[in-house]
T-cell receptor, first 111, second 113 residues
Framework: SQQGEEDPQALSIQEGENATMNCSYK?????LQWYRQNSGRGLVHLIL?????REKHSGRLRVTLDTSKKSSSLLITASRAADTASYFC???????????FGTGTRLQVFP | DVKVTQSSRYLVKRTGEKVFLECVQD?????MFWYRQDPGLGLRLIYF???????EKGDIPEGYSVSREKKERFSLILESASTNQTSMYLC????????????FGSGTRLTVV
């Protein structure tokens, strides 16, 4: 069962530009998380935002959460070529530690 | 540095073989998970475990089983490998309670011929 859906599926930008990815989900959550995956590798946890939080920052990352719309966005500011990767949102099924992942956004940052 | 280690990066097996994918974590995490990742389908949960000797089915358990005899090790077993089980397999562990995110292994790319 797919809980999160990312939009867009693919995004290409120049270095220095900002990248915004969106995630929509279907059911109540405790928290929403974002992960990055470099080609052919495992996922790396980026940031976790709880259902009672609206915004969270970590370095060049900013995540927002709107539980009324069941949506979240990930903003990467001043993108670098090294940010090229796939980005996934994941939501926990309420009261469990099980994460349901979306299909991801492929971000390409050109030097 | 904390780690989740998957025993093989690449694996090629024949149809009908019994396949073992091993995952070890050194973080004393309670929870461990097995996902498979396929293009266009994202990550799908196969099995997970909240404690030693405990296991629960995920969304796609058919054709798979798991074993967790020790806290640090979670094995995924393909009872009789089939070509439609060709995929990237990802193991993860977590503290639980939504405290922090998952820590993933590097993945095992399994090809069944």
């Amino acid at each position: 069962s797919q809980q999160g859906e990312e939009d867009p599926q693919a995004l290409s930008i120049q270095e220095g530009e900002n990248a915004t990815m969106n995630c929509s989900y279907k059911t109540s959550i405790n928290n929403l998380q974002w992960y990055r995956q470099n080609s052919g590798r495992g996922l790396v946890h980026l940031i976790l935002i709880r259902s009672n939080e609206r915004e969270k920052h970590s370095g060049r990352l900013r995540v927002t959460l709107d539980t009324s719309k069941k949506s979240s966005s990930l903003l990467i500011t001043a993108s670098r070529a090294a940010d090229t990767a796939s980005y996934f949102c994941a939501t926990d099924l309420y009261n469990t530690d099980k994460l349901i992942f979306g299909t991801g956004t492929r971000l390409q940052v050109f030097p | 540095d904390v780690k989740v280690t998957q025993s093989s990066r690449y694996l090629v097996k024949r149809t009908g073989e019994k396949v073992f994918l091993e995952c070890v974590q050194d973080m004393d995490h309670e929870n461990m998970f097995w996902y498979r990742q396929d293009p266009g389908l994202g990550l799908r949960l196969i099995y997970f475990s909240y404690d030693v000797k405990m296991k629960e089915k995920g969304d796609i358990p058919e054709g798979y089983s798991v074993s967790r005899e020790k806290k640090e090790r979670f094995s995924l077993i393909l009872e009789s490998a089939s070509t439609n089980q060709t995929s990237m397999y990802l193991c993860a562990s977590s503290l639980g309670q939504g405290v922090k995110g998952y820590t993933f292994g590097s993945g095992t790319r399994l090809t069944v011929v």
